[in-house]
Nanobody
Framework: VQLVESGGGLVQAGGSLRLSCAAS????????MGWYRQAPGKQRELVAA???????NYADSVKGRFTISRDNAKNTVYLQMNSAKPEDTAVYYC?????????????WGQGTQVTVSS
């Protein structure tokens, strides 16, 4: 299983970035996909998630600014980041999750750095 993130980098406050995560080795369409982030000295937190059926969920801190989407034909999930803030600076990780009964199986990408300058 591979989840490969791309699109991170440096952006000025108020700017935009688009993160991509290409998945291989899984049946992409049945997995819920998510973006998490971890800032220095902080715990990893959920940023946005999208179910296999396309239902989305966002952290309060990014609602109205970030949009998660998925393209099952390309096995790719995206995170469109608009109106970026310095507090969005973190390593962003792609996650794929599926449930077998009550058991959750998670796969993670290696992370991509996003830095928002003020």
């Amino acid at each position: 299983v591979q989840l490969v993130e791309s699109g991170g980098g440096l952006v000025q406050a108020g700017g935009s970035l688009r993160l991509s995560c290409a998945a291989s080795g899984i049946i992409f369409s049945i997995h819920a996909m998510g973006w998490y982030r971890q800032a220095p000295g902080k715990q990893r937190e959920l940023v946005a998630a999208i179910t296999s059926g396309g239902i989305t969920n966002y952290a309060d801190s990014v609602k109205g600014r970030f949009t998660i989407s998925r393209d099952n034909a390309k096995n790719t999930v995206y995170l469109q980041m608009n109106s970026a803030k310095p507090e969005d600076t973190a390593v962003y990780y792609c996650n794929a999750a599926k449930w077998v009964g009550a058991l959750r199986y998670d796969y993670w990408g290696q992370g991509t750095q996003v830095t928002v300058s003020s």
